[in-house]
């Protein structure tokens, strides 16, 4: 921007200065222009006054008339005399004609040396041209033969010749010695044609007029007429002869700078002239130019200077950056020591614990009155509270120290279920809360995963609801994301939901699972469950509780965070289960949700992804598996049952229990419409379960019912079950009829149970069944009955104690003390079912003894392979791998890859803890088909 | 009169198990020792804290003369008998042992000759006094048998 004004400014500067000059020039033409009217005025008045007019006369004349010329010094007129005429001529006006050319070779130069009188006469010529008139200002030319000067002569003749005014080089003049010019008319005594010839021209020729132009003052006039006589310099040469210019005026002050030539005109084309301009002074700073640059500079410098503090800045920044993560890693690095601090913490916490526990057990043994009874149940009951504690803060440790591994062992979800349900019956049966469990056809029977873990979770969110629940009902249901997923299942959902479990309002669970990332992925192709493997469950536990506060459900699964203290001091916990459910739902790859209305209830909803049991191997397992936990479904196989229930989600329960148990149902919403089925379908149906709200309520009509019921079946008469809730009622109003009582079949229903209480009912079969708790002992014996396992060890005590344990759960027990011997008792054949190895041994440790096993394993199974060796020689077994698990007394020392690097199939702490050996055992020991024979 | 005697030993040998949990020098493990044993081996606590005194004694042997051989301790050896007394004791719920053994273990992996030494005394210290309480406790519990066994002969504990 101010560049261009510089140049602008420069361009105006440029334009002034050439007007300048241009005017000037056209002045000065002007002015000589006057010049020569004045003095052709006076030419034509010499012509009729020359005869008459004296020379005071004509000097008088001019003298009066010079300020018409103001540029001319001094006006004079000579006549042409030739040399004839000369001495009438001389005789005539009183003197000879004199010379002019000594004088300009000797110049005088001062006026009172000047003699006009001291002039030689002029030599002898053809003519003559004395000035006879003179201004008074140069009178001193009268006399003066103009044609002796070279100069004047020179004049003289091109005037004469061509009739116009001429001008002479700029040369000193006579007497004043200043530097000028003259310009010369010729006088003609006739009036000449325009195209006369010279010679014509010269014949007629009676005189000349010159005057005397003085360039000096002329130039200093006009400048003074301009009033910039101060700023600018005016030099004037004639440069007619271009080589050597004549100055005609000179300024004395001497400047450099650039000069501007133009040309003069006089009105003589013989001569040339030139001005050439300068300024006085040198041209003036261009300050804009300069403070502009000078502000482009200072811009740059702050440019440069704010680009320096950027990077400096940056640099910074990136410094602070690095330090700032040192320091986040520094701080995970203690959040990890932490964890791992709390994980040895409460390790440590709980061995002396489960001393505490272990005397307060052989304490309650010993003889007590009913106060230290009193006393040592409690500490008891706070010893175990503090373990499940402790057992929670070592979960939390563990989750974030990264420590925590999920298992993947084949597992009956149903199972795990009714596990969870017997946990909390009694507490749901003491609030009259309703608990129920359905899971949906499509989630296959057995799935491998982390039982233990997925429990954890379930036993958290249905321990909450049951906390925070005081009527109504908490129902569990599972179900496969894709079910849900389908568009007809979410509107059955929804016409379901208006008719709950307990009849209570409930929050819309299909909003607990609106933020799942599953969910979002619009269309089923990108869902991973497209796998035939993936199994993705989704589990949702709603109940009718008090429902979380608004301001709360956003840290509801942030460690120790609580609704708030009063809830704690209530309801007791940690608030660290529900963390720790996120992990594991996250550690699942699942999800967790909720959707909570405060007085309406919560629903907790989360995903987690299982493995499918895919092949033929483990369909038999899984067959096991599941024979294991239903071994009684077989004896309803085939019975027909009616439901009497106006709820269909509640009927949908028992129904599904029904149908796991194998028997065939129908459901119906009265008794008058159950008696009307059992009309039309004779005889077939087994046994009517009946709710206990329809039972209690519809009194009247029960007992009809129950007459009816007679009337229709004399011969196989159903038997009648009531479901009911909790513990204080009971059909004991019927029982005064005469009939027999109903059975009462306490909620939750749990297929175990459920089929025990069908069984006393019924007679059909009668088996102990166990109970939950003792659940890891009874299998383990189940698991290891009859096997033949060999325990290596060179220590005895170990030795001792392992096969003492083993031995107790019904195991064939063979110890050797070291490695090598092992290898002997384990050259196949043999008849081992496994084998637990010590690791430390001297000689050949567990690591190094377990490697040759495999080997040995391998080079047998390749020779059977090829046909080398006969299988019959190796028991039909065409392929020899014995399971082998490592006896460690530090479970740190031997971790899981170590193990199974060198073929271990497991590991187990060595003073043996039942449930972790049955986890180990039961990966490869399956429960003997003629086990539930 | 003989069965206020066993209530009395039952009650002294729970008193003395709970003194030594309380101070450490048996852990549950010894709780689940206590529960193998059953009809068909009815001696089994004895019978393996009796191999273990066996073995300990032995192991403590040869512990004081690899150290008391001052020129050159053979320290890996050390270890070895170090990490077999761990095993067994931890097996036998001798928490106590255990954890000086597993301090004695630290020192010889570090070669400290004079923390070995100590941890020597410190674990034959410790071992005499598990020694003499487990005697004790048997003691009381052949006691508690034999009046047992005379009031009713059908009980076994």
């Not at chain 1, 008139?133 to 103009?146: E, L, N, P, R, Y």
């Not at chain 1, 390790?347 to 005397?359: A, C, D, S, Y």
């Not at chain 1, 129920?436 to 379930?458: E, T």
């Amino acid at each position: 921007m101010s560049l261009f004004h510089v140049i602008g400014f420069g361009w105006n500067l440029v334009l002034t200065l050439c007007y300048w000059f241009v005017s000037l020039v056209f002045s000065m033409n002007g002015e000589v222009m006057t010049t020569k009217s004045l003095l052709g005025d006076g030419e034509q008045i010499m012509m009729k006054l020359l005869e008459v007019i004296a020379e005071c006369t004509f000097a008088r004349y001019t003298e009066r008339t010079a300020f018409e010329r103001p540029l001319t010094s001094g006006v004079a007129y000579a006549v042409r005399v030739l040399h004839s005429e000369r001495k009438e001529f001389e005789k005539q006006h009183g003197w000879s004609i004199k010379r002019m050319d000594t004088l300009e070779q000797t110049p005088v130069h001062k006026d009172n040396e000047y003699d006009r009188d001291g002039l030689e006469p002029s030599p002898v010529q053809v003519e003559y041209a004395p000035v006879i008139f003179a201004q008074d200002t140069i009178a001193h030319v009268i006399s003066v033969d103009m044609l002796s000067g070279k100069e004047d002569r020179e004049n003289v003749l091109r005037a004469r010749e061509s009739g116009k005014g001429v001008l002479t080089a700029p040369f000193k003049l006579l007497k004043t010695n200043r530097l000028g010019v003259i310009k010369t008319f010729a006088v003609y005594k006739t009036d000449l044609p325009s195209n006369a010839t010279p010679n014509e021209r010269i014949q007629a020729t009676d005189g000349y007029l010159g005057g005397v132009l003085d360039i000096e003052s002329l130039v200093e006039k006009l400048l003074q007429q301009l009033a910039s006589k101060q700023t600018i310099l005016v030099n004037v040469y004639d440069t007619t002869n271009i080589s050597h210019p004549i100055s005609m005026y000179v300024s004395n002050v001497s400047s450099d700078g650039v000069e501007r030539v133009s040309s003069l005109n006089f009105g003589d084309p013989f001569r040339r002239h030139e001005m050439r301009c300068r300024f006085k002074q040198k041209p003036p700073w261009p300050w804009l130019a300069i403070t502009t640059s000078t502000g482009i500079l200072i811009i740059a410098l702050l440019i440069g200077q704010i680009f320096h503090a950027t990077i400096n800045r940056i640099a910074k920044v990136e410094r602070d950056y690095d330090e700032m993560m040192m320091l986040k890693k520094r701080a995970e690095d203690a959040d990890v020591a932490k964890s791992q601090f709390l994980a040895t913490v409460s390790h440590e916490i709980r061995t002396p614990m489960n001393g505490v526990l272990g005397m307060l057990h052989m304490l309650m043994d010993t003889n007590l009155d009913v106060t230290q009874q009193d006393y040592v149940s409690t500490a008891q009951a706070s010893g175990k509270a503090l373990v499940s504690l402790i057992n929670e803060v070592l979960d939390q440790a563990k989750i974030e120290s990264g420590k925590l591994e999920l298992e993947a062992v084949c597992f009956d979800v149903r199972a795990t279920l009714d596990e969870v349900l017997s946990l909390f019956s009694g507490k749901s049966q003491e609030k009259g809360v309703e608990l129920a469990v359905y899971i949906s056809d499509k989630v296959p029977n057995v799935l491998i995963g982390d039982p233990g873990r997925f429990r954890q979770i379930i036993t958290n969110l249905v321990g909450n609801s049951i906390k925070f629940t005081e009527k109504g009902h908490i129902f569990v249901t599972v179900h496969l994301v894709e079910e849900v997923i389908e568009s007809d299942e979410e509107i059955k959902i929804e016409s379901l939901l208006k008719s709950t479990l307990s009849g209570l309002p409930v929050a819309d669970k299909r909003q607990s699972w609106r933020s799942f990332v599953c969910f979002n992925q619009e269309g089923s192709t990108s869902f991973p469950s497209s796998s035939l493997d993936q199994i993705n469950l989704m589990v949702s536990v709603e109940d009718t509780g008090v429902g979380i506060p608004l301001d709360a459900q956003s840290r509801i699964f942030t460690p120790f965070m609580q609704v708030g203290p009063s809830i704690a001091r209530i309801h007791g916990g940690t608030g660290i289960g529900l963390s720790i459910s996120k992990c594991l739902v996250q550690l699942m790859k699942g999800e967790i949700g909720f959707v909570s209305l405060p007085k309406i209830g919560s629903t907790f909803t989360f995903t987690a992804i299982f493995t499918n049991v895919c092949n033929n191997w483990n369909e038999k397992k899984s067959q096991q598996i599941s024979n294991q936990s239903n071994s009684v479904s077989l004896d309803f196989h085939g019975m027909r049952a009616l439901i009497v229930d106006p709820r269909t989600v509640r009927a949908r329960v028992a129904q599904y229990y029904m149908k796991r148990l194998g028997v065939h149902t129908e459901v119906v919403s009265d008794l008058n419409h159950g008696l009307s089925y059992l009309r039309t379908d004779n005889g077939i149906t087994n046994m009517i379960l009946i709710e206990q709200e329809v039972w209690d309520t519809d009194l009247g009509k029960s007992s009809p019912f129950v007459k009816n019921l007679r009337k229709i079946n004399a011969s196989v008469s159903p038997k009648l079950f009531i479901l009911a809730n909790s513990i204080n009622s009971s059909g004991a109003g019927v029982s005064a009829n005469g009939f027999p009582t109903p059975f009462v079949i306490m909620k939750p229903l749990r297929a175990s149970m459920l089929a025990a209480s069908l069984q006393r009912a019924m007679g059909v079969g009668n088996k102990g069944n166990s109970t939950n708790g003792e659940l890891s002992g009874l299998s383990l014996s189940k698991l290891l009955q009859g096997r033949k396992i060999l325990i290596v060890d060179d220590n005895n005590v170990n030795l001792r104690v392992a096969a003492a344990a083993l031995k107790k759960y019904g195991a064939d027990v063979v110890c050797t003390d070291s490695g090598k011997k092992a290898l002997t008792f384990l050259q196949p054949p043999h008849q081992f079912d496994a084998c637990f190895m010590d690791i430390q041994m001297p000689e050949m440790d567990g690591f190094e003894a377990t490697k040759r096993i495999r080997e040995m394993e391998s080079n047998i199974n390749s020779c059977i392979q090829f046909g080398q060796l006969g299988p019959e020689a190796y028991g039909n077994v065409s392929s020899w791998k014995v399971p082998i698990l490592a006896m460690t007394a530090d479970v740190i020392q031997a971790t899981n890859e170590e193990c199974q690097k060198c073929g271990m199939d497991g590991y187990v702490s060595k003073p043996f803890e039942a449930e972790q050996l049955y986890q180990e055992v039961s990966r490869f020991f399956h429960i003997k088909p003629n086990q539930n024979t | 009169m003989l069965g206020l005697g066993v209530e009395r030993l039952r009650a002294d040998m729970n008193r003395l198990l709970a003194l030594l949990f309380h101070q450490g020098v048996l852990d549950e493990q010894f709780l689940q020792l206590q529960q193998l044993q059953d009809e068909s081996s009815p001696n089994f606590v004895s019978e393996v804290v009796n191999i273990y005194f066996q073995e300990s004694e032995k192991l403590l042997r040869n512990l004081r003369s690899l150290l008391m051989d001052r020129e050159f301790s053979d320290y890996k050896k050390m270890g070895v008998h170090l990490n077999q007394f761990i095993g067994s004791s931890s097996s036998i719920g001798a928490k106590r042992v255990r954890n000086v053994c597993v301090a004695f273990r630290v020192a010889s992996e570090q070669n400290n000759r004079l923390g070995c030494l100590r941890a020597l005394e410190l674990l034959e210290h410790e071992y005499c006094y598990l020694k003499n309480k487990l005697h004790e406790l048997f003691q009381i519990e052949q006691q508690r048998l034999l009046a047992a066994a005379v009031r009713y002969p059908v009980q076994q504990h």
